[in-house]
């Protein structure tokens, strides 16, 4: 389903497309329009790779020199390519690689499914038992995901494991038996997959500099009401015990752009109330809003000093937390412009998740 809405979405929106042909030609990258048109298709096919099995597709993503993000192009050849293996009833799932990591989704009634079913969470014992499970758990999940959105730090394959976000892990070295494993399977049930995962599976502990070591720290410290407070909690914790860990965060904060860490937080709070379709259109609006650099170019800046001069040395506008007013983020979350429809979901044919 979201495959055809991203398809629907490009289709209907070319001025999205012009503002990312516009950035292209402002930094003067490796820009496909300046290729001869043969060469733009067979630019644009090998950056998604295909491999066939009996039952299986595999998608590779394949531009390593930009940490393999997506284009539009490469988004629009997906969306081509999950359509025709969705519609084919002798394709059970397809499988997705980009850079050694690998995860598959099935194809049967729906497009994709959430694997291994809903989360099973049991509390035996005490009331003040299941109180302190539950404002654990509420850590987790909404501490933690600041903690990230705002730093950009990333989960390992332990940790993902630990927060539910990933079900199986496996050694590098055991990818390719994996692969080779599943492109036998001629089924599509989940438990005949999740039995060759566990073949392979490895037991994983979380490191000691883990974050998920440091929960009560992100509580002390992202549970604020502003970036301000947060920074502020962060330091004061770092002026008490010199922790290495506060200090690095506190740094990645200080890096980042004033403007985005504002709109990230406003964003994630606005989400934990949210409906899923809300939170796409929410996302939706603040990426457009965004790359239309009608408030900032911290976007763009963005991308130049980390992916095209690689200089890491953007800098923001405004350049201060200070500096950034209400109205600068709340321009984020406004509605589009009678140009640029707002995001419309095709609710009246979800399909059902199984």
Same mark, same amino acid.
Not at 19 to 23: A, D, E, G, M, Y
Not at 33 to 46: W, Y
């Given at each position: 389903m979201m495959q055809r809405l991203k398809a629907t979405l490009l289709q209907r929106r070319n001025n999205l497309h012009v503002?990312?042909?516009?950035?292209l030609n402002q930094f003067h990258t490796?820009?496909?329009?300046?290729?001869?048109?043969?060469?733009?298709?067979?630019?644009?096919?090998?950056q998604v790779l295909v491999e066939g099995k009996a039952?299986?597709?595999?998608?590779?993503?394949?531009?390593?020199? *930009?940490?393999?993000?997506?284009?539009?192009?490469?988004?629009?050849?997906l969306q081509k390519l999950y359509t025709s293996w969705e519609n084919n009833p002798d394709i059970g799932f397809v499988a997705m690689k980009w850079q050694g990591i690998l995860c598959w989704r099935r194809y049967c009634d729906t497009l994709s499914i959430k694997y291994g079913g809903a989360s099973r969470m049991f509390c035996d014992g005490k009331m003040e038992d299941c109180?302190?499970?539950?404002?654990?758990?509420?850590?987790?999940i909404y501490i933690l995901g600041e903690y990230l959105?705002?730093?950009?730090?990333?989960?390992?394959?332990?940790?993902?494991?630990?927060?539910?976000?990933?079900?199986?892990?496996a050694h590098s070295s055991k990818?390719?038996?994996?692969?080779?494993?599943?492109?036998?399977?001629?089924?599509?049930?989940?438990? *005949?997959?999740?039995?060759?995962?566990?073949?392979?599976s490895d037991l994983v502990y979380l490191d000691n500099i883990s974050v998920l070591h440091r929960i009560e720290i992100l509580d002390k410290c992202f549970s604020h009401d502003t970036v301000e407070e947060i920074i502020d909690a962060l330091e004061s914790e770092t002026s008490k015990t010199n922790d290495a860990w506060c200090i690095s965060t506190l740094r990645r904060l200080n890096e980042a752009s004033p403007l985005g860490l504002k709109v990230s937080l406003k964003s994630i709070r606005e989400g934990r109330f949210q409906t899923l379709d809300q939170c796409l259109i929410r996302e939706y609006r603040m990426s457009l809003q965004g790359i239309s650099n009608q408030v900032s170019k911290d976007f763009c800046e963005g991308v130049r000093a980390r992916m095209v001069d690689k200089d890491l040395a953007p800098k923001w506008n405004p350049?201060?937390?200070?500096? *950034?007013?209400?109205?600068?983020?709340e321009h984020y979350f406004s509605p589009l412009s009678k140009?640029?429809?707002?995001?419309?979901?095709?609710?009246?044919?979800?399909?059902?998740?199984?």
């Open positions: 503002h990312s042909l516009r950035f490796r820009n496909l329009c300046s290729l001869p048109d043969t060469n733009i298709t067979d630019e644009l096919d090998n039952w299986s597709r595999t998608a590779i993503l394949n531009r390593p020199s *930009v940490l393999n993000c997506l284009s539009t192009a490469m988004g629009a050849r109180k302190e499970f539950f404002r654990t758990l509420y850590t987790y959105g705002l730093t950009g730090q990333k989960l390992n394959g332990a940790e993902m494991i630990s927060c539910g976000l990933a079900t199986h892990y990818l390719a038996l994996i692969e080779e494993q599943l492109g036998k399977l001629d089924t599509d049930d989940p438990s *005949v997959i999740e039995t060759s995962l566990e073949k392979y350049p201060s937390l200070e500096q *950034v007013s209400k109205d600068m983020v140009s640029e429809p707002d995001l419309e979901l095709p609710t009246d044919l979800r399909e059902a998740f199984t």
